[in-house]
């Protein structure tokens, strides 16, 4: 948890997608990422933790579903959502938290 600590607590907002390989929301999740990581440039993170080889994570965060995403800064939580999201939308929630 410690290492977990340490992405978050930065003064910059840091977007967690929690994901499997197997699901298909996951993966339909990928290229928005990306999207997001170009657009945002080095005034964010874009981090994407595999919830079956994270489990004590996913699970001390109460991740239920994939993909799940939430939004840190500072070492907070200040932004959760449940399923796919569009890219405009990711890209405006992270400009908001710069």
């Given at each position: 948890m410690s290492k977990f600590g340490d992405l978050i607590d930065i003064t910059s907002p840091v977007l967690l997608d929690f994901f499997t390989d197997w699901s298909e929301a996951s993966k339909a999740m990928h290229p928005v990422l990306r999207d997001v990581a170009a657009a945002i440039g080095d005034k964010g993170k874009v981090i994407k933790i595999n919830v079956d080889k994270n489990e004590d994570l996913a699970s001390a965060l109460r991740v239920n579903?994939?993909?799940?995403?939430?939004?840190?800064?500072?070492?907070?939580?200040?932004?959760?959502?449940?399923?796919e999201q569009d890219a405009n939308t990711l890209i405006a929630l992270m400009i908001e938290y710069v």
């Open positions: 579903g994939v993909p799940t995403l939430m939004i840190y800064k500072n070492g907070e939580m200040v932004w959760r959502q449940n399923g």
